[in-house]
């Protein structure tokens, strides 16, 4: 269910978010983009108190109901408004720019309420899968549909899809069994009325130093995103003006976002699929926390050589893919890892210190764009790869905020659970193969046990040696069954180790002796 959440929760942002960039970019300069973001953190600075005054009487399925129903009603002024014909541009900018990081700071916030630590790490890479699908799914609706239902009917799809969500919290926290569900202190430091969630991040080390690590991601992305939007309004002009006037900016500008979002949650849900969860499972958050960084240093650092290339790669096309690489990872990987950051504190700090982070400090790094942008304008004449060369400055610090915020994070996380390592419960017994013939053979599913609530354990096989299984054997670590063809004529029997894994990686092992016996028959 959460995952359907989710689903409908970006798949309606991915549609305003397109038509946000189409408005505004037909009506403003990218520089005046730039800007106008920065209004956004001011905004934020009024908003956050008033979400704290309404989320101490609101809470958990309440909290997230009220805030998706706000959501909902305004996108359909907007769509009143636009109908209408009147000018939307700016002020639906800061909405849409609010809007994506409200509404998606509750979900996670609801389900960091929800699950305990082990199951949170385990099942918000499943949750983020919906989440791309969805951010799939309503990028393309964007790029397709805008020529045959308008801006308008977008919107009306949009705010369909995110009133449909109305019904799932209630029936999502039902659905947790009791092991996964998370066990919080409801109160850390007491929140201040003034500020809300925002004095709150400020007296918290932790809270700060995730909240930096926001400023900076945002800081590095809101200035890519500026970068590839002066590139995209001028490409626009150009083509409209090569068509002789049949060929609307808008509309190109519309379709091109909706296919760089595409692309961008195409790859986004390969590294969720293929990636995360095995990222999880080898190098654990800590270690996660530092892959996104390393990848924005790498593109920004090819951007800001771009000039020394001499034009082997044209720029507008490399910024493409570096900022498909960037958003892609940050839409993947780095938005479940931020989010598991909450599943070890209070719920204070879950619900009101993440939504300042997400939502104000998230915004503040644009505040500081902003400046940076109209200083390197107006100031200081800086060129596209100049910008990329301060990004890339950026990403390095932020690699050694990462690693601060990991060994933090798994300071708290041994404080909320003491992890348990798992233990062999049930011997596994003695198989027999016969050479010619198919093999199978199933580990009892008890032949392991793990006390640590939420916990799951991964299974693998060797040879007692330490060596791998030989070429006719495999081991399904899903089904937990051994299966293979032995050849005829193999008549060895060796010693197979069964290890298993919990999420922090301890492990426990048995082992059982394969032997050859009998013969073939044709």
């Not at 809470?59 to 000018?87: C, E, I, N, P, Y």
Request: charged residues 15%; contains cysteine.
């Amino acid at each position: 269910m959460f995952a359907s959440h989710a689903f409908l929760v970006l798949f309606s942002y991915q549609i305003v978010k397109a038509l946000r960039e189409a408005f505004m970019l037909t009506k403003f300069s990218a520089e005046v983009r730039a800007y106008a973001v920065a209004v956004i953190a001011l905004v934020l600075m009024l908003l956050v108190p008033v979400y704290g005054a309404v989320r101490r009487r609101l809470d958990g399925a309440r909290l997230l109901k009220a805030v998706t129903l706000f959501f909902a009603a305004t996108m359909l002024l907007f769509a009143a408004a636009a109908w209408a014909q009147f000018s939307i541009a700016f002020v639906f900018f800061v909405w849409v720019s609010i809007y994506g990081v409200m509404i998606a700071s509750q979900l996670w916030a609801f389900a960091a309420d929800t699950f305990n630590l082990k199951s949170g790490q385990r099942l918000f890479p499943v949750i983020m899968v919906g989440a791309n699908l969805g951010a799939l799914a309503g990028a393309k609706c964007a790029q397709l549909a805008v020529a045959a239902l308008t801006p308008v009917g977008l919107m009306l799809v949009a705010t369909l899809a995110l009133l449909a969500t109305m019904a799932l919290p209630g029936l999502e926290g039902e659905a947790v069994p009791d092991g996964s569900r998370a066990i919080a202190a409801e109160h850390g430091k007491p929140v201040p009325r003034l500020l809300g969630g925002i004095g709150l991040v400020l007296r918290d080390s932790y809270l700060r130093m995730i909240a930096l690590l926001v400023v900076l991601l945002n800081w590095i992305n809101t200035t890519g995103e500026f970068i590839l939007a002066d590139f995209v309004q001028r490409d626009a002009a150009r083509q409209a003006a090569a068509s002789g006037g049949a060929l609307d900016p808008g509309t190109i500008i519309a379709a091109f976002y909706g296919n760089f979002q595409f692309w961008v949650t195409l790859v986004g849900l390969f590294i969720q699929l293929f990636l995360v969860a095995r990222i999880y499972r080898v190098f654990g958050v800590r270690g996660a926390l530092l892959i996104h960084p390393a990848v924005v240093a790498i593109g920004y650092g090819l951007l800001a050589l771009s000039p020394m290339l001499g034009g082997f790669v044209p720029i507008f096309t490399l910024l493409r893919l570096v900022k498909i690489a960037e958003n892609a990872t940050d839409y993947s990987l780095m938005n479940t890892t931020r989010h598991a950051l909450f599943l070890p504190v209070d719920r204070d700090a879950k619900y009101e210190g993440k939504t300042a982070i997400d939502t104000f400090f998230w915004r503040f790094g644009d505040l500081i764009q902003a400046g940076v942008v109209f200083a390197g304008i107006n100031w200081f004449g800086w060129s596209a790869p100049t910008f990329a060369g301060l990004n890339l400055l950026l990403a390095l610090v932020w690699v050694g905020l990462a690693a601060m915020i990991g060994r933090e994070f798994g300071r708290k996380a041994r404080e909320c659970v003491f992890n348990v390592a798992p233990e062999a419960h049930r011997p596994i017994g003695d198989a027999d193969y016969c050479p010619g013939k198919r093999f199978e053979y199933a580990v009892a599913e008890d032949a392991f046990v793990d006390a640590d609530p939420g916990d799951v354990l991964y299974l693998s096989a060797r040879l007692s040696d330490g060596s791998p299984l030989p070429g006719w054997l495999r081991f399904d670590e899903k089904l937990y069954r051994f299966e293979g063809y032995p050849p005829e004529g193999c008549t060895t029997g060796f010693t197979v180790i069964v290890v298993a894994s919990d999420v922090d990686g301890l492990t426990a092992s048995s082992s059982f002796e394969l032997r050859a016996v009998g013969e073939s028959r044709s």
